[in-house]
């Protein structure tokens, strides 16, 4: 949910009337995209997240010919919104624009698109009460030349007793995993080329139809819903592209954009199967539980930001940024806690769970004020299969090599497969797209 200090040092800028990462400027590429620059053939998109569709909006502006193939009935992947929950929409995925420099934050600003800066103050639940500082500052994982070894490791080597076990987990299901599969090393590694900014801001609307405005609705005819891709052979220079209800598609380039979990299992049967190397890189992401749940209340009982829960390790006042009557929590759960929760198998019992956590955090005031939940778990959900591609101990150089292009035929695009340290956000999914179109292109 939150970021740090993170390195604030690159700007976007408009080039040939679409949106142009200077980081991408900056990696020797043209820095033009312009119409005379013209591809010919079909393109197939597989997957209508908000990489497969800043693909597609970027395709339709250039005039290119392309598809976009989504196994489920509706565009957007981990990013959806709730308009009857509350009194505001709730994003049901993805809500934090995280930093302003990037291409997102520039098309926020050239709509004039309504967003707060996030400065919700942190409380933290720490030997059963809650405190506004602790002992020690536990944000100790930003440092350069850590060791490969786990979030909670490291932690534990630094002296932090297990009273901190919980924050570190919070600290670490900001990056969407566990804190024992999460490596230190890798993680700063990759916070080292973030250049988005530390500021997190909200959408006072939300930030799926910021998206869906956007990029989907001008795209809108060329999503096929309900199509999900099966296998790819890309053998000729007419790729076939097969689904599961036996319809095929025919295709010049093809830009997969599914979550790396589908990558993972092999949901997608490559011919010729996709190199070594890549596979391998496939195999060295973590990608583990997730969920969001909702919690409205009578009244706000609750800490802007709570961290240290053994049930849910990060509590936030979603109606921050929001104009709203109401009294909403949400519980960001990630890791071994979304597991557990994941296991105890029903919406219900998932809510009873974090009630019963809010009743001891804060004298029973969650139960007496209870007045409705809804969860959002991305755990086990179909075609995504967990939240977000996050780095393990020995990752390497593996978000590099998965993304690599195959025969200047197949490209790589979403979260996961963004090489510039902006992986697991929605922007860095976007910036994904638009380098894989690049490459697509031969620019
Ligand atoms: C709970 C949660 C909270 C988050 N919060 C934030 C946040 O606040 N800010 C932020 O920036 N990011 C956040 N993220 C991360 C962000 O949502 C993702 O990085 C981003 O939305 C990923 O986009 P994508 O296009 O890469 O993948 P996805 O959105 O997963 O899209 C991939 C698409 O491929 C489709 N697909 C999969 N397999 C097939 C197949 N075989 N055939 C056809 N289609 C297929 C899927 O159905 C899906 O629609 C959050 C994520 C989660 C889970």
């Not at 919700?120 to 059963?128: G, T």
């Not at 009460?129 to 440092?143: A, M, N, Q, Y």
């Not at 109606?319 to 909403?328: A, E, M, Q, Y």
């Not at 195959?406 to 797209?433: C, Y």
Request: aromatic fraction near 12%.
């Amino acid at each position: 949910m939150k970021r740090r200090d993170f390195i604030n040092n690159s700007l976007w800028v408009a080039v040939g009337g679409l949106l142009l990462p200077s980081t991408l400027l900056q990696a020797c590429r043209k820095p033009t995209f312009e119409p005379e620059q013209p591809f010919k053939g079909k393109v197939v998109v597989i997957g209508a997240g908000v990489a497969g569709l800043y693909a597609g909006y970027l395709m339709k502006n250039k005039g290119i010919d392309f598809v976009i193939v989504e196994a489920a009935a509706t565009h957007g992947g981990r990013m959806g919104v709730n308009t009857t929950f509350a009194d505001y929409p709730i994003d049901t995925g993805a809500q934090w624009l995280h930093g302003r420099n990037s291409l997102l934050g520039e098309l926020v600003e050239a709509t004039k698109t309504h967003i707060t800066n996030d400065t919700s103050e942190l409380y933290y639940w720490f030997n059963n009460s809650i405190v506004k500082e602790l002992p020690r500052d536990p944000f100790i994982f930003e440092e350069k030349n850590l060791p490969d070894v786990s979030f909670i490791e490291y932690a534990h080597q630094q002296g932090f007793g297990s009273e901190y076990d919980n924050i570190i987990e919070a600290i670490a299901g900001d990056q969407g995993a566990a804190a024992s599969q999460l490596s230190a090393y890798w993680n700063s590694k990759d916070e080292e080329e973030w250049v988005a900014g530390s500021e997190d801001f909200k959408f006072k609307d939300s930030y799926f139809n910021f998206i869906d405005t956007n990029f989907a609705q001008p795209i809108l005819s060329n999503i096929h819903y309900n199509t999900v891709v099966t296998a790819i052979d890309y053998t000729t220079d007419q790729i076939t592209i097969l689904t599961k209800d036996n319809k095929s598609y025919t295709a010049e380039k093809v830009i997969v954009t599914v979550p790396i979990a589908q990558l993972k299992k092999n949901a997608i049967a490559f011919t010729p199967t996709l190199p070594k190397t890549q596979t391998a890189a496939f195999e060295k992401f973590g990608m583990g539980p997730g969920m969001k749940v909702f919690l409205k209340f009578s009244e706000t009982f609750y800490k802007p930001v709570l961290y240290g829960g053994a049930t849910c390790a990060a509590y936030a006042d979603d109606s921050v940024g929001k104009s709203t009557n109401n009294h909403v929590l949400l519980a960001f759960v990630m890791g071994k806690q979304a597991q557990t929760l994941h296991g105890l198998g029903s919406d219900k019992a998932i809510t009873a769970a974090l009630l019963s956590e809010l009743d001891v955090m804060y004298n029973g005031k969650a139960t007496a004020t209870f007045i409705d939940s809804v969860v959002y778990d991305y755990t086990e959900r179909p075609y995504i299969d967990g939240a977000y591609g996050y780095s393990t101990i020995g990752m390497g150089n593996a978000r590099k090599e998965a993304a690599q292009p195959v025969n200047n035929k197949l490209f790589f695009a979403g979260e996961a497969m963004n090489r510039n340290g902006h992986h697991q956000t929605v922007h860095g999914a976007a910036e994904s797209a638009y380098e894989a179109l690049l490459e697509l292109l031969g620019l």
